[in-house]
């Protein structure tokens, strides 16, 4: 099993940005799905999670701005950044709880990708 993350980049603050994240492989069933973020010198925070049944969850900062989504016929989790601040600054991670075609149940990272919002 593997999760693969794109669309990192740099932008002005006040911009956007779309994460995506792909989760492939044996999979048998996706649990939650999520968003990290990791600024330089700082340890990685909950961004905002995603249930099955699309329950989502979201930090304070980011509420109003990040809407986190997921498309459970292709494994994916997406993270629409809008009105993006300098300190939104990290590389972001997405993480999914899933159940493998083994039975095993883990969870499983991206391997990040770097958003930057300049002033």
């Known amino acids: 099993v593997q999760l693969q993350a794109s669309g990192g980049g740099l932008v002005q603050a006040g911009g956007s940005l779309r994460l995506s994240c792909a989760a492939s492989g044996s999979i048998f069933s996706i649990n939650v799905m999520g968003w990290y973020r990791q600024a330089p010198g700082k340890q990685r925070e909950l961004v905002a999670t995603i249930t099955s049944n699309d329950n989502t969850n979201y930090i304070d900062s980011v509420k109003g701005r990040f809407t986190i989504s997921r498309d459970n016929a292709k494994n994916t989790v997406s993270l629409q950044m809008n009105s993006l601040k300098p300190e939104d600054t990290a590389v972001y991670y997405c993480?999914?709880?899933?159940?493998?075609?083994?039975?095993?149940?883990?969870?499983?990272w991206g391997q990040g990708t770097q958003v930057t919002v300049s002033s």
């Open positions: 993480n999914a709880d899933l159940t493998a075609v083994s039975g095993r149940r883990r969870t499983y």
